[in-house]
């Protein structure tokens, strides 16, 4: 069974390869110690633990999946976190990525659209002691507006076009990295970028595949209420 110190070799590995989209064959130390600091092993179920450190997604339950780790790298390093950082991170799932954002910035609010993964990954946080990540159950594609604005916000599942409150509740000077596309067809991880002007750029980094951003609006109304 691959262990952690393997996972990042390969992580590495992956960076020097990917370079020609991404425009960086390198991960930035602090990205692989918070990689280094977390076990994944604890976030996957516990039949699938043997591979937990493999390069790969692994599916949690719910038709969800947790992303392979060289992906919870590249999009931790494209947000470019400070210490004093708050992060919105949409899509929590088992709650692995925002553990890794917990290692590198003063608060993490994670928002997850299923409720008993949302339940689950808020006993896991308080189990692990990550004291500093707060999981809602919510709609992602309505950010989470009670905490904004965010430095940074990452999406961890691919709507077909970003939603507008993401961007409202992103700081100026704020990064937004998010994957976007239809469902089975070709999606491309983006990083928007809002200036002190407010003004949005974007940037393409390379193709991805995630599992589709779920909008509660379009649900069940019974669905929709918030643990």
């Given at each position: 069974m691959p262990n952690i110190s393997e996972m990042i070799a390969?992580?590495?590995?992956?960076?020097?390869?990917?370079?020609?989209?991404?425009?960086?064959?390198?991960?930035?130390?602090?990205?692989?110690?918070a990689m280094a600091a977390v076990p994944r092993h604890a976030f996957v179920p516990s039949n699938l633990q043997y591979s937990a450190y493999d390069n790969g997604p692994l599916p949690i339950g719910h038709g969800q999946t947790i992303s392979q780790p060289y992906i919870v790298a590249l999009m931790t390093d494209l947000l470019d976190l400070h210490e004093t950082d708050t992060v919105l991170e949409v899509g929590t799932g088992s709650g692995y990525q925002a553990a890794v954002l917990s290692r590198l910035v003063r608060q993490v609010y994670?928002?997850?659209?299923?409720?008993?993964?949302?339940?689950?990954?808020?006993?896991r946080m308080q189990r692990l002691g990550y004291e500093n990540v707060e999981v809602v159950w919510g709609n992602g594609f309505n950010g989470l507006q009670q905490f904004a604005p965010y430095d940074a916000i990452l999406v961890a599942a691919a709507p077909q076009q970003v939603p507008e409150a993401l961007?409202?509740?992103?700081?100026?000077?704020?990064?937004?990295?998010i994957p976007v596309g239809n469902p089975g067809y070709s999606q491309d991880l983006k990083v928007f970028l809002k200036d002190n002007r407010g003004e949005v750029s974007v940037k393409t980094v390379l193709p991805v595949a995630f599992v589709p951003l779920l909008d509660l609006t379009m649900a069940d109304p019974a669905s929709q209420a918030n643990s």
């Amino acid at each position: 069974m691959p262990n952690i110190s393997e996972m990042i070799a390969t992580i590495k590995l992956e960076a020097k390869g990917a370079a020609p989209w991404t425009g960086s064959a390198e991960i930035s130390p602090r990205v692989l110690a918070a990689m280094a600091a977390v076990p994944r092993h604890a976030f996957v179920p516990s039949n699938l633990q043997y591979s937990a450190y493999d390069n790969g997604p692994l599916p949690i339950g719910h038709g969800q999946t947790i992303s392979q780790p060289y992906i919870v790298a590249l999009m931790t390093d494209l947000l470019d976190l400070h210490e004093t950082d708050t992060v919105l991170e949409v899509g929590t799932g088992s709650g692995y990525q925002a553990a890794v954002l917990s290692r590198l910035v003063r608060q993490v609010y994670g928002m997850e659209n299923i409720s008993a993964l949302a339940i689950s990954a808020r006993r896991r946080m308080q189990r692990l002691g990550y004291e500093n990540v707060e999981v809602v159950w919510g709609n992602g594609f309505n950010g989470l507006q009670q905490f904004a604005p965010y430095d940074a916000i990452l999406v961890a599942a691919a709507p077909q076009q970003v939603p507008e409150a993401l961007i409202q509740q992103l700081k100026p000077g704020g990064r937004l990295v998010i994957p976007v596309g239809n469902p089975g067809y070709s999606q491309d991880l983006k990083v928007f970028l809002k200036d002190n002007r407010g003004e949005v750029s974007v940037k393409t980094v390379l193709p991805v595949a995630f599992v589709p951003l779920l909008d509660l609006t379009m649900a069940d109304p019974a669905s929709q209420a918030n643990s």
